[in-house]
């Protein structure tokens, strides 16, 4: 009964979420709705005009005020069930809710044929309940035409104005000054992700999570209910959903990626896909609506195998596909700097701690829980160097970039992490041993290449970073997390990446969103009508 508590909560809570960002109608919508009233309504009086002129001038029709008074008695008599019958089908086609088969290449064949279903059971009603189909066809075929121009135009003139206040404000200087509110966060559902959603809104800032959800939303549904939260629980390589993402906010935090070496061997296309090419097009996306600050979550793993201490300006040696997807990446982002757009690319050492997305393939939460169920903390090799970070450390120093000023992080490479916390793996042994006492030490010789030491001072000097955990205390969160029952078996697949990847069909069904991922010259339309 106590652990179902918790899916209970989960589902309320999603339930929650789901009915405040549905609720119908929004603001929004009512003004759209509101718009197509007037818009239908005008065309269908053109029509009754038309058709009375048509009447006294070509028919012979008396130009009496008892036939006049007559068409404008028929349009009082019926404009409401055209409006009626118009609006519903609107919101049935997904005009107002945004469905699939209103994506911005679809926009105006939706419209016209919503337009057209409208006027058919419009049609359909004055037959069945009227004797005027003969005089009125004309009327409907008119205004049917006229409906299509003025509602499909007028979309289609807003947005050709909104794309050219875009442009206008894309190339007027950016004001450095201005606060930082309204923060994207691309894979917030995330180990790295839930931790920093949860300090975000704990500050009262407005968060919006773009993730496909691959591994559940568990780590962001305590946040459904909350108000300033919004997700859109999509694929970030569908360029039109990154178009809707990005607007309105100030900062985007680019989290999502295929992490660790061996996940991303899984299928290494899809890596590129995703750690690069992703990457490349949510930050032209970004740019081009006026998105100033983007904050891009790289890897220490650049660094490949050194035995030196190494800062940011130190030679690099990736050694695996998913250092050199973030390296690639880095580079992408910052050709694409200019004096609009201020990425800043994050280095994270090797993280550890809890978050709302439990990770065991990491080092430190991986010999922890190993200690605490098996009873040994196996240690493979020993000598390689890590430099070690707590999660909400890592939340913390995308904070601190956040809030500094503007010209203080542009285009800067930044370390995170802290020089105390650069451990080889062996010391990583005792340090658990003592906290688990009756758990041994194994260590195994093998080869890893991967070694390095990183220095941090630059976050320190430029954003003040300290950190506040040490690896004891994450050590001990991850004990009590396994002691209390919260986390029943860290070999659950959904607690490593490879693992989970690799099982239950889930690389396909990440594969299969390539067959309905949006080209660029489908980005310049979703770019030029994503209104």
Known sequence: MLKALPVVARTRDRLAYRLRQYRWPTREMAVRMVADVILINMALVIAFLMRYLWAVSVAGSTASTSTLLSYVWAYLRT?????????ATFYVNGVYTYSRAYRHRYKIATIAKSVGISYITFGASLFLFHDLVSTWMSII?????????????ARLTFMIWWRALDMERHYLPMHTSREIRNVLIIGGAGYIGSAL?????ELGYHVRVLDCLLYGDEAIAPFYAHPHFELIAEDFRHIDKVVGAVKGMDAVVHLGAIVGDSACQVCEDLTVKINLEATRNIARVSKGYGVRRFLFASTCSVYGASDELLDEEAALNPLSLYA??????EKVLLGLGDANFAPTILRFGTIYGLSGRARFDLVVNLLTAKAFQDGEVGIFGGAQWRPLVHVRDVAQAILLTLQAPLDDVRGQILNVGSNEQNYQIA???PIIQRMVPDARVVTQPQEDNRNYRVRFDKIHDILGFEPQYTVEDGVAEILDALASGEILDYREPRYNNYAFLTSDGHIQRVLAED????????LVEAYLVGT
Not at 141 to 153: D, E, N, P, Q, R
């Open 141 to 153: 075929i008119l205004s049917l035409m006229l409906t299509i121009l003025f509602v499909g135009g």
């Open 427 to 429: 010391a990583l042994g």
């Open 79 to 87: 404009g409401w069930l055209l409006t009626a019958i118009s609006v």
């Open 515 to 522: 067959d309905d991922m949006l080209t660029w010259p489908e």
């Open 324 to 329: 050199r997807t973030k390296l690639a990446s």
């Open 197 to 201: 959603t949860a300090r975000l809104l």
